[in-house]
Nanobody
């Protein structure tokens, strides 16, 4: 079993930055891939970024390329999402997810474990 706990959300003005953290526990992680999704009110949950824990390859959705950076700290078993140049349309609940494969997927259905989510609100 894998437990995921997100933190770092909050209220920020457009153009500002936030860093989300996803603390993981429960098992070794070398065979996992991790991802961040977000869900805005009335919209479906969407893939934002993913990283293979073992290989470190990263993936991004087009709306966040060049603004968001995903990374991992093996010693802390934590995945981060650095979000810069935030826009009001980035407002959503952000979720951390993990899957039992080193291959990153972009579908919600591909993930086995989810955190509780953290709210990010970007004001204009």
């Amino acid at each position: 079993q894998v437990q995921l706990v997100e933190s770092g959300g909050g209220l920020v003005q457009a153009g500002g930055s936030l860093r989300l953290s996803c603390a993981t526990s429960g098992r070794t992680f070398s065979s996992l891939s991790m991802a961040w999704f977000r869900q805005a009110p009335g919209k479906e949950r969407e893939f934002i970024s993913g990283i293979s824990w073992l290989r470190g390859d990263t993936h991004y959705a087009d709306p966040v390329k060049g603004r968001f950076t995903i990374s991992r700290d093996n010693a802390k078993n934590t995945v981060y999402l650095q979000m810069n140049s935030l826009k009001p349309e980035d407002t959503a609940v952000y979720y951390c997810a993990a899957r039992n494969s080193w291959i990153v997927q972009r579908s919600v259905q591909g993930y086995d474990y989810w955190g509780q989510g953290t709210q990010v609100t970007v004001s204009s």
